[in-house]
């Protein structure tokens, strides 16, 4: 079984020697996602809207490789500033139906670009 490389226009090229998204098999292994929005290559200031662009950027990489939001297994949501959480935590439930995946929410002392809010994730197909 070999791995497939996923990538979409509809997310943001990755800023470094990564992939958008790897699947092996039946699972989708998403690189961490900025905020960046793909049309604009321009970042929203507040977190709130930061953690709804990094969402979007998954949905349209999942969806690129045959999968979606109600397909992920795994979450990680690093913040700059664990003050976000509950904002976060809001945006966050709001892309799925209530059967959420696992997941783990870190403070981090930065992100690439000056991003508040980065999110990866693990889905299946």
């Not at 979409?8 to 929005?37: C, K, L, W």
Request: glycine share 8%.
């Amino acid at each position: 079984m070999s791995k497939q490389i996923i990538s979409t226009e509809n997310a943001p090229s990755a800023v470094g020697p990564y992939s958008q998204a790897v699947r092996h098999g039946d699972m989708i292994f998403v690189s961490g996602q900025i905020p960046v929005n793909p049309e604009t290559k321009t970042m929203p200031e507040s977190s709130e809207d930061q953690a709804r662009q990094c969402l979007n950027n998954l949905k349209a990489i999942l969806e690129e490789a045959g999968s979606g939001m109600d397909k992920i297994i795994r979450a990680g949501i690093f913040l700059t500033d664990l003050g976000d959480f509950a904002t976060v935590n809001e945006v966050y439930a709001s892309f799925f139906d209530g059967d959420y995946p696992a997941r783990a929410c870190v403070e981090v002392s930065k992100l690439p670009l000056g991003a508040n809010v980065e999110i990866e994730c693990v889905a299946y197909v």
